[in-house]
């Protein structure tokens, strides 16, 4: 079975800047894809960013140019780095992982989630 573990959430003023991490352990032979999404109170979970196969990236538009999301192979680590952030980017934050375990089983496993608040 795979973990994941965020941590970095936290209280921000907005205009400020957080960084999120993800570590993964476990049976990995191989990450296909890891993500981060988000929930807000009342609303649905939405796609944040994606990183495919380790270089191919994704974001929603309404972080496009101010997050940016990256991996460390070495370390089973996907990072989301928010900029610029807004109240309207207060959520829990959810990271993903869709890999391929030493079985040869593929696994789509969530974390626990962080939350992330930005203060107006």
């Known amino acids: 079975q795979v973990q994941l573990v965020e941590s970095g959430g936290g209280l921000v003023q907005a205009g400020g800047s957080l960084r999120l991490s993800c570590a993964l352990s476990?049976?990995?032979?191989?990450?296909?894809?890891m993500g981060w999404y988000r929930q807000a109170p009342g609303k649905q979970r939405e796609r944040v960013a994606v990183?495919?196969?380790?270089?191919?990236?994704n974001y929603a538009d309404s972080v496009k140019g101010r997050f940016s999301i990256s991996g460390d192979n070495a370390k089973n680590t996907v990072y989301l780095q928010m900029n610029s952030l807004k109240p309207e980017d207060t959520a829990v934050y959810y990271c993903?992982?869709?890999?391929?375990?030493?079985?040869?089983?593929?696994?789509?496993?969530w974390g626990q989630g962080t939350q992330v608040t930005v203060s107006s």
């Open positions: 990183i495919i196969s380790g270089n191919s990236t």
């Open positions: 476990g049976s990995i032979f191989s990450i296909n894809a």
């Open positions: 993903n992982a869709l890999i391929l375990d030493h079985a040869g089983v593929i696994q789509y496993s």
